[in-house]
């Protein structure tokens, strides 16, 4: 039986949700991406936007020195898909994730979430607006990618651009190998406040339209306190990212505001899999000057 409580959640999120205005330089970025066709460093390619298209799809660098930025894109001005995600502390909800067919029990940085020791084990898909980035897996041929190696840390601040509005989440889970190598995933709310009951557990958004920005750097990390990580509903969870979300953005393009330092931005690493956020188990298995704290490569 639905509570009231999930029936209003249901009726609340039937439709779009009234997102962000998309500022003008994330706009210009956007624009920019598609004229541009495709990446001219790519971090690592060879992945599916959805299951059955080309494998054209990857993790785009062309401003991780510059602006502190990886996101996804495809070839001739294609970005990529949004599917939906159901994984995680589910709860009660609204019953858009009973069609999944693939839901596991926790999200892969549900230690770190439950460490926060707000009072929630996980995140829940129906109210944590998260994003799905990075790729593991030890099947033959599976095409793998971890983020950390270019400075993204876990429940890191990812901006979304789904049509003509914008929304702040946080990269709360990984890609796994039990299909095909994909890119392009968000938690079930923030897909139903893009795209209202057009998707669900099991029905995406399936045009390569969307803009996912993860941010590099330590400072992209609201961290225990920086989120209201027990929020009840979506609108309450994604509106506490808005002051670390606002000024993250500022990086983008100059922004129109003052980066002092522009700190978010990782340092150079010539050791590719030993950067910034790599696994580790001494100093020696990081580049440069980074240090092994935590089995972490960090500054």
Known sequence: ?????????????????????????????????????????????GFYSQEGDSKNFGYCGDH????????????NGQLVNMDIDCDGALGDGDGSCDSSTDTQGQTTFQGDVEGYGKGIKDLNAYI????????????????TFKPEQYGVEPLSLVAVVCGDKMFYGVWGDTNGDDGPPLVGE???????????NA???NQAHDDNDILYIAFTGSDAVPGANGAKWNANSFSSFESSLGSLGDRLVQRIGGGGGSNPGNPGNP???????????AKCSSDDDCDGNLQCKSHKCSQ
Request: aromatic share 8%.
């Open 64 to 75: 991780l020195s510059d602006y502190g930025i990886m996101y996804l894109q495809g070839k």
């Open 199 to 201: 998707v669900n557990g």
């Open 186 to 196: 968000v938690s079930d709310s923030l897909g139903r406040a893009c795209y209202g």
């Open 267 to 277: 340092p150079s690493c010539s050791w590719q899999g030993h950067c910034l956020g």
């Open 1 to 45: 039986m639905k509570t009231t409580a999930s029936i209003l959640f249901a009726s609340l999120l039937a439709s779009p949700v009234l997102g962000r205005q998309v500022p003008q330089n994330v706009r210009d970025l956007y624009n920019s991406i598609r004229a541009q066709k495709s990446c001219h460093n790519e971090l690592k390619g």
């Open 128 to 143: 944590h607006s998260f994003v799905v980035l990075g790729n593991d897996g030890s099947k033959n041929g599976y095409v």
